[in-house]
Nanobody
Framework: EVQLQASGGGLVQAGGSLRLSCAAS????????IGWFRQAPGKEREGVSC????????YYADSVKGRFTISSDNAKNTVYLQMNSLKPEDTAVYYC??????????????????????WGQGTQVTVSS
């Protein structure tokens, strides 16, 4: 059974850091892309970042470039999202999702939630001002 387990959320002050983890089970990351999405209250879910584990290619939303870093540890079957310089507008529930796809294809679709086949439960990130 394919499962994704997101963790690492919490309450942090503006300017602080958090590291989210997405642990995968039931499949190996090698041929999958893992995306991070977030949904703030009253807003639509948006793509934050994605990593294609076959080539290590990464993608970021403009709003998080330079502050967030996505990485993959295939030996642990886990993807991380390191979030630095957090802002109150980063407050949201963060989700990880998976799609079996090549890096080449993911470049065009990574930010669209309907392109992903498997989803983890969310983890709350709250950034206080």
């Amino acid at each position: 059974e394919v499962q994704l387990q997101a963790s690492g959320g919490g309450l942090v002050q503006a300017g602080g850091s958090l590291r989210l983890s997405c642990a995968a089970s039931g499949f190996f990351l090698d041929h999958y892309a893992i995306g991070w999405f977030r949904q703030a209250p009253g807003k639509e879910r948006e793509g934050v970042s994605c990593i294609s584990s076959d080539e290590g290619t990464t993608y970021y939303a403009d709003s998080v470039k330079g502050r967030f870093t996505i990485s993959s540890d295939n030996a642990k079957n886990t993807v991380y999202l390191q979030m630095n310089s957090l802002k109150p507008e980063d407050t949201a529930v963060y989700y990880c999702a998976a799609r079996q796809e090549t890096a080449r294809r993911m470049g065009a679709i990574w930010e669209y939630e309907y392109e992903y086949d498997y989803w983890g439960q969310g983890t709350q990130v709250t950034v206080s001002s």
